[in-house]
């Protein structure tokens, strides 16, 4: 009998835990931008710096939100083996630079995540920002690093909004 | 007679229904038709079930409280009056509009962070969702009357609330000579 009438609240649980999720994911869209690349740091040119451009634009939405990016690199060394490639000798002042946003990347692989409120005027939301990766110390060889930048923001799915990542030189 | 079960209203077919219609039409219908139909048909579907979702929370919680309790009118029509009213100050109130944008954007941190979790990304931080407020909207709102339909049948008053314990009343007979013959004259 017990176990009966567990079982009866426990469809309800069930009911009302899944019309709980599927309302709650069937009505938030998270818009993605991804870009993916690769950059050679030389002994000659140890930095380089690479500029994007992140749209947000709606029909509905006045302003963006806040929304985030993610900057996710991995940086080897050809020939490593002997190089002794150290968190401390990659990237030590280098990183992305958002408005007044400093973020320093430390570490040979890491992922860094930014906030960030873009500009707004007329339904067209614009961040411009940069990346920036250098090296320090004396090397001998070229260091590879790939990158993503990946930007999200989360909007209710009637919006049509849409988000775009360009990168411009 | 069969005990009501807490949440049973969310399984009644014309939930299924609306929330099926809410799920087509976000990831569906709205990328390959967007319009004046797709925009409100989400609007519409929504508040349809929305109130019976609350009915049912709150069934759940006094079902868990052991209290006794049966499906009640009363609740539903302030689920569904409720609804109506933070749907209205949503679509028209900034402040409202705003405490939704953060409100809904910690109600979905707890999904982002475990498809982080998944994805082996670093965990994000709750953000405040966009929201479109557009006061047409509330063209909508009449369809919490379906809601007060398809869950006004199951919420009939009851002369016995679930969880108290029936009591039979001996039969009487109905005419005199039976009631004689009980008392053996």
Redesign the interface.
């Known amino acids: 009998m017990k176990r009966a009438i567990w079982l ?2 426990g ?3 069930v ?2 835990g899944l ?12 818009l993605e931008a991804r870009h993916e690349d690769r950059m050679s740091l030389t002994p000659d040119r140890p930095w380089d710096t690479r500029r994007f451009s992140l749209r947000f634009h ?1 029909p ?2 006045p ?6 990016i ?1 900057l996710s690199w991995l940086a080897t060394e050809s020939s490593a083996v002997d190089a002794g490639l150290d968190d401390a000798g990659l990237l030590a002042d280098g990183g992305a630079f958002i408005d007044d946003l400093q973020v320093t990347a430390n570490f040979t692989n890491g ?1 860094q ?1 930014i ?1 960030l409120l873009p500009g707004c005027s007329s339904n067209d939301c614009i961040q411009l920002f940069e990346v920036e990766f250098s090296m320090t110390g004396q090397r001998l060889r070229p260091v590879e690093v790939q990158y993503v930048v990946h930007a999200e ?9 849409t988000l775009s990542l360009t990168n411009y030189p | 007679m069969r005990r009501p079960v807490a949440a049973e209203g969310l399984l009644h077919p014309g939930v299924l229904v609306a929330v099926a219609v809410l799920v087509f039409n976000d990831h569906f219908a709205k990328a390959h038709w967007p319009g004046l139909v797709t925009g409100k048909l989400s609007d519409v579907a929504g508040l349809a079930f929305f109130p019976l979702f609350l009915q049912a929370g709150v069934e759940l919680l006094q079902s868990f409280g052991r209290r006794s309790w049966s499906p009640s009118r009363r609740v539903l029509m302030l689920a569904a009056l409720a609804t109506a009213l933070v749907f209205a100050l949503v679509k028209t109130w900034a402040p409202a509009s705003e405490l939704y944008r953060v409100g809904l954007g910690l109600l979905h941190w707890p999904l982002a962070l475990l498809a982080s979790l998944l994805h082996g990304s670093p965990a994000p931080m709750p953000a405040r969702v966009m929201l479109t407020a557009d006061p047409t909207d509330l063209l909508a709102l009449p369809s919490v009357l379906v809601a007060l339909r398809l869950g006004w049948a199951r919420n009939e008053p009851r002369s016995q609330p679930s969880g108290s314990k029936q009591v039979h009343a001996p039969r009487l007979p109905r005419r005199p000579e039976q009631l004689y013959r009980l008392q053996g004259l």
Do not use: I, N, Q, Y
Not at chain 1, 19 to 30: F, H, Q
Not at chain 1, 153 to 161: R, V, Y
């Open positions: 009866r609240r469809v309800g649980m009911a009302f019309v709980a999720v599927v309302s709650l994911a069937s009505c938030l869209a998270v709606s509905s939405v302003d963006a939100g806040l929304g985030t993610r992922t995540e906030p923001s989360t909007l209710d799915k009637g919006s049509g909004a």
